[in-house]
């Protein structure tokens, strides 16, 4: 297989969830993950509500501080055995912020820290 014989989109091939909201926290994109991923919420059905009020506290706090100043916040969560990786981080375009990209995805609980120099 060769990069011509893959689809430049390739975030609906991504093994995570992809999830980007605007700067007012309204869902614009959803990756074929994501949608699955949230499906109990209403998957697609997402696509242009606001995240806002798909969150608690303090994770809605967050949220709004993220969209008020662009920052970025990575953590690990686990839930039923399952680990993973959250990482939400500004999506700038030209020097101006749209919004913010969540990527999500699943990682091995034994997982292995390599420290380089």
Partial sequence: MTLKDCDVNW???FG???????????VVYMNDFSIR?????????????NLLDC????????LREMLATPTENTYTTEKSGVKKVITQKPWMENGYFCGVVELSFE???????????
């Fill in 11 to 13: 975030m609906d091939g």
């Fill in 16 to 26: 995570g969830a992809i999830t980007v909201c605007d700067t007012e926290g309204i």
């Fill in 37 to 49: 991923q949230f499906e109990k919420y209403g998957g697609e059905k997402l696509l242009g509500t």
């Fill in 55 to 62: 969150h608690p506290e303090p994770s809605k706090t967050k």
């Fill in 107 to 117: 990682i091995p609980s034994d997982i292995e820290n390599q420290i380089r120099s």
